[in-house]
Nanobody, 126 residues
Framework: AVQLAESGGGSVQAGGSARLSCTASGTVYRSTCLGWFRKVPGQEREGVAF????????SYADPVKGRFTISKDNANNTLILQMNTLKPEDTAIYYC???????????????????WGQGTQVTVSS
């Protein structure tokens, strides 16, 4: 099993930046995909970005392309989400997620991911 713990977040003004971290522990294979999702009350959880731990392949949701950057530190099993030019609509609880890569490539949808962190709040004020 994989345990995930997010940190970072908080309150920031529109146009500002924030950085989220996620530390993975337990049995973390190289063939793991780590991702970020976010959820607003009353809405479905939506994908933000993911990255493959082995080769660094990334995928981003359209609303965050060009503003958010996902990266990893394999030595420390840490996932980073650098968020720039934040908008009020980026306000959400952000979750770190992980899944083993198999024969089917994951998509940025929650059902592809097995392990989840507890989430961290990001609030962007206008």
């Amino acid at each position: 099993a994989v345990q995930l713990a997010e940190s970072g977040g908080g309150s920031v003004q529109a146009g500002g930046s924030a950085r989220l971290s996620c530390t993975a522990s337990g049995t973390v294979y190289r063939s793991t995909c780590l991702g970020w999702f976010r959820k607003v009350p009353g809405q479905e959880r939506e994908g933000v970005a993911f990255i493959y731990m082995d080769n660094g392949t990334t995928s981003y949701a359209d609303p965050v392309k060009g503003r958010f950057t996902i990266s990893k530190d394999n030595a420390n099993n840490t996932l980073i989400l650098q968020m720039n030019t934040l908008k009020p609509e980026d306000t959400a609880i952000y979750y770190c997620a992980a899944t083993r890569l198999g024969s089917i490539a994951p998509a940025l949808v929650p059902r592809f991911f097995t392990y989840w962190g507890q989430g961290t709040q990001v609030t962007v004020s206008s």
